[in-house]
C-alpha cells in the first residue's frame, strides 16, 4: 500500500489537500473518492482505515479537506480557520469536488482510474449525489448517512436570524467552539434552488446508487434516507442495525479495527464497486 500527499487549488483560490491510498498494483484499478460532511475533515477518526481496507481491496482511496472546512494546518484537527469555514457554500463545494475530480482524471498523480464512485458522508453524501448527477466522469455513487435537504441541516426557524445578523453559529461539542457560517450559504441556496435540490438530483441518476444509513442516527435520521429512496427506487438501500451518524466510530479513534458496525458498511460499499466492475 502506498499513500501519497497532493495539494490543488480550490475554490476562492483556497488549497485542498489530498490524500491517496493505492493497493500494491496501482494500474487499470477502480478509484473511490470520500467526501466529508459538515465539522468533518479527511484525517478524521476512522478514515485512514477505511482508506486501508479499500487500498487492500485493490480499490485506489482518494480523501481530501475541503477548500473552505475551517481547517488550514493539515496536520492538526483543530478548526484553526473559521474565517474560512464561514464562507463557505455548498457551490463552493461542488467547484472543489469538480476540481477534485479534474485532478483525477488528469492522469499525472496516478494512472486513470477504471472507474470512479463517490462516497459522501453526511452533508458530503447530498453535494456527492449532485455532482454524480451532472458529471459523466462518475460512475456510481455511496451515501453514508447522507442528508436528502440542505435546508434539514439547521432548524427552519433559525433562518429568519440568520438573515438578521448575516450569521448563524453551529457549536461543536468536540472542539467546544461555536463554528460561524454566513449568511451567504441561504444566499446560495436561495440562488441556485434547483441545482441544490438533493433529492431531484437523486431521481435522475442512473448510474449505481447506494444508500447507506444507521437506524440509531440522531443526527441525520434514517427518514431522510428513505426520502432519497423514494426519489429514486433504483437505488439500493441498506440500514446498519444499530448505528449511528458516524456508524459508532469517534474522533480521535485510537483502535487499529473499525467499529463492528463502519467494517459492515464499508464491506458492503466494496462490494458494490466491485460489483459493477465485473465484466
Not at 98 to 104: D, I, K, P
Not at 241 to 246: E, G, I, L, N, S
Amino acid at each position: 500500500m502506498d499513500i501519497a500527499n497532493h495539494t490543488i487549488t480550490g475554490a476562492g483560490a483556497r488549497q485542498i489537500a489530498i490524500d491517496v491510498i493505492s493497493p500494491a498494483s496501482g494500474a487499470d484499478i477502480p478509484l473511490v473518492i470520500f467526501v466529508h460532511g459538515f465539522k468533518g475533515f479527511k484525517d478524521w477518526g476512522t478514515h485512514q482505515l477505511v482508506a486501508s481496507k479499500f487500498a487492500d481491496a485493490g480499490i485506489r482511496f482518494l480523501k481530501f479537506n475541503f477548500s473552505h472546512n475551517g481547517i488550514r494546518d493539515v496536520a492538526s484537527d483543530t478548526f484553526d480557520d473559521l474565517k474560512g469555514f464561514a464562507e463557505n457554500t455548498f457551490s463552493k463545494e461542488l467547484y472543489d469536488l469538480h476540481h477534485v475530480l479534474s485532478f483525477a482524471c488528469s492522469g499525472k498523480a496516478f494512472p486513470l482510474p477504471s472507474a470512479i464512485f463517490i462516497i459522501g458522508h453526511s452533508l458530503g453524501g447530498g453535494v456527492s449525489i449532485i455532482q454524480a448527477s451532472e458529471d459523466k466522469r462518475v460512475s456510481g455513487v455511496i451515501t453514508w448517512a447522507s442528508v436528502s435537504n440542505f435546508r434539514k441541516l439547521w432548524p427552519p426557524q433559525a433562518e429568519v436570524l440568520w438573515r438578521q445578523q448575516k450569521v448563524l453559529y453551529f457549536p461543536n461539542a468536540r472542539t467546544n467552539q461555536e463554528m460561524p457560517v454566513n449568511v451567504s450559504l441561504l444566499e446560495d441556496l436561495d440562488a441556485y434552488p434547483e441545482r441544490l435540490d438533493i433529492q431531484k438530483a437523486a431521481s435522475s441518476l442512473t448510474k449505481p446508487f447506494f444508500i447507506v444509513h444507521g437506524d440509531a442516527d440522531t443526527t441525520v435520521p434514517l427518514a431522510q434516507a428513505e426520502q432519497l429512496h423514494h426519489a429514486n427506487p433504483n437505488a439500493e438501500l441498506f440500514v446498519v442495525p444499530d448505528a449511528d451518524h458516524v456508524f459508532n466510530a469517534k474522533h480521535p479513534w485510537l483502535d487499529h479495527h473499525l467499529p463492528a458496525e463502519l467494517d459492515l458498511v464499508v464491506q458492503k460499499s466494496i462490494d458494490f464497486v466491485l460489483k459493477y466492475l465485473k465484466p
